[in-house]
């Protein structure tokens, strides 16, 4: 984790930012914020590889670390970074490691502070799009509920949450066994993630890391990233809530047809939904095309004599969809709403998914559609 260049002590009213650079920025100062930049806000618990994993997003050392569990960074260290073959600019603010002990680095109550003054002031601005909550792997899962209580009460739901995963290097049969073996425990203790990543952010110099498992890390991290960003621009260019929602009736009567959009994870049976709703065969399904819905159809149908719009919407989490096909998908789907919104509403939105448990997957494609792209103005 970085130390700032100078010894400067975190002020609480003014939070002085360090610029990896090594000039100051002050969070009551100018906006960072650019349509091109995507501003992000990385915390956790002392020496759960934050700085190791800026590091890893700018694919150098721009970040001191530390080898033990012990904190090193004493203040916010802003890192001007580009990612994705430098099409999209971020800035991570690497803050002061959480649950030291009064004799450590920062007190816990003061990274608290300084965290919460940051993430407030960002907030204020309109200039945070990311907040990532990175833990080390071998952590108790119940351990991680107090941090995620006090981030999340600080964004109150306007800002996306997402879990990096690190020290995953020895993982097997992958990284992603992590969360397979923890996602039950997380959601029974009522934490829930725009996203998550498994990664590993030690030097492939060191023994159990690979390349290819860096590789992998990297790519998993900025999905992440790329695609809060993209829901973050989408929250804050939404029209006004004037649209009226929730009132069949009233939309029948304006635009003549009742407007349905069908959402859920990819291979859950929508298409299949939209043949049972028409009485036939209207809409292709998997198998008849090998990887079903890649853009939204649209299929007139009628129920007792009344006409309706069915929308069968992309699966969100197609697996072989990589980044750029899945924000394509992402902003098809929200480009549909807006659409629609216009010509009168959405009348009604249906969340398709398969018999089975719950998953953390299930509960971020629903609160994507309703929460992100729906502003939770539909039923």
Not at 83 to 105: A, M, S
Not at 269 to 277: D, E, F, Q, Y
Request: charged share 20%; hydrophobic share 35%.
């Amino acid at each position: 984790m970085s130390r700032p260049a100078t010894g400067r002590q975190p002020s609480i009213s003014s939070i002085p930012i360090q610029s990896a650079a090594g000039s100051n920025y002050t969070a009551a100062g100018e906006p960072v914020h650019r349509t091109d930049t995507c501003n992000i806000v990385i915390f956790g618990e002392s020496g759960a590889g934050k700085s190791s994993l800026v590091n890893l997003i700018a694919g150098k050392d721009v970040a001191v670390t530390s080898s033990d569990a012990k904190g090193c960074t004493t203040a916010v260290i802003r890192h001007e970074i580009w990612i994705q073959n430098e099409t999209l600019k971020v800035n991570l603010f690497d803050t002061p490691g959480l649950d030291e002990c009064r004799q450590g680095e920062v007190p816990d109550k003061v990274a608290r502070r300084i965290l919460k003054e940051l993430v407030r002031t960002l907030m204020k601005q309109d200039d945070i799009h990311l907040v990532i909550y990175c833990v080390r792997g071998e952590r108790v899962i119940r351990t991680l509920r107090r941090n995620y209580e006090f981030i999340r009460s600080q964004v109150k739901r306007k800002i996306p949450i997402v879990l990096v995963v690190t020290s995953l290097e020895s993982s097997e049969p992958d990284m992603e066994e992590w969360w397979r073996l923890n996602e039950h425990t997380i959601l029974e203790l009522g934490m829930t993630f725009a996203g998550h990543a498994c990664v590993t952010t030690a030097m492939t110099t060191q023994s159990m890391v690979t390349e290819c498992r860096r590789n992998q890390s990297y790519d998993a991290v900025c999905k992440l990233v790329e695609q809060c960003r993209l829901l973050s621009e989408m929250v804050h260019t939404r029209p006004s809530r004037g649209t009226i929602h929730n009132v069949p009736s009233q939309m029948t009567a304006s635009h003549k047809h009742v407007n349905i959009v069908l959402f859920g994870q990819a291979g859950a049976g929508k298409s299949s939904l939209v043949n049972l709703m028409a009485g036939m065969d209207i809409a292709g399904t998997p198998n008849d095309f090998g990887s079903g819905t890649l853009h939204w159809q649209e299929y007139p149908i009628e129920f007792g004599g009344e006409p309706y719009k069915v929308f069968d919407t992309v699966g969100l989490e197609e697996p072989q969809l990589g980044i750029p096909q899945y924000l394509n998908a992402v902003e098809n789907a929200y480009r549909l709403i807006q659409d629609l919104e216009r010509q009168g509403g959405i009348d009604l939105l249906l969340f398709c998914m398969r018999a089975g448990r719950l998953t953390t997957t299930l509960e971020n494609n629903y609160r994507l559609f309703y929460e992100f792209l729906c502003d939770k103005k539909v039923l």
